[in-house]
Nanobody, 126 residues
């Protein structure tokens, strides 16, 4: 059974950093694009970043460009989201999701993704 598990969330001060991990089980991550999404209280879910199956293409939301970096280690069946210069607007539950199998460039359309993790809370506060 395809399963995704996020980890790495927590409480961090403004300007701080966190690295989220998305570990996959039950399928070979090499064939899937992975997206990171987030949902803040009272707001709609939004796409944060995505990476294609082999890592050739990545996309970022304008709000996180230059601060977040997505990467993947297919040998570990894991995708990472390095988040730097965090601010209060980054506070949300972060989810990873899988799209595939595909080798196409990734897109940040949540409705296209079929498998989702349970989410990890990121809170940015002093």
């Amino acid at each position: 059974q395809l399963q995704l598990v996020e980890s790495g969330g927590g409480l961090v001060q403004p300007g701080g950093s966190l690295r989220l991990s998305c570990a996959a089980s039950g399928f070979i991550l090499d064939y899937y694009a992975i997206g990171w999404f987030r949902q803040a209280p009272g707001k709609e879910r939004e796409g944060v970043s995505c990476i294609s199956s082999r890592g050739a293409s990545t996309n970022y939301a304008d709000a996180v460009k230059g601060r977040f970096t997505i990467s993947r280690d297919n040998s570990k069946n894991t995708v990472y989201l390095q988040m730097n210069s965090l601010n209060s607007e980054d506070t949300a539950i972060y989810y990873c999701a899988a799209l595939g199998p595909t080798q196409a460039p990734c897109v940040m359309r949540g409705t296209w993704y079929g498998s989702w993790g349970q989410g990890t809370q990121v809170t940015v506060s002093s």
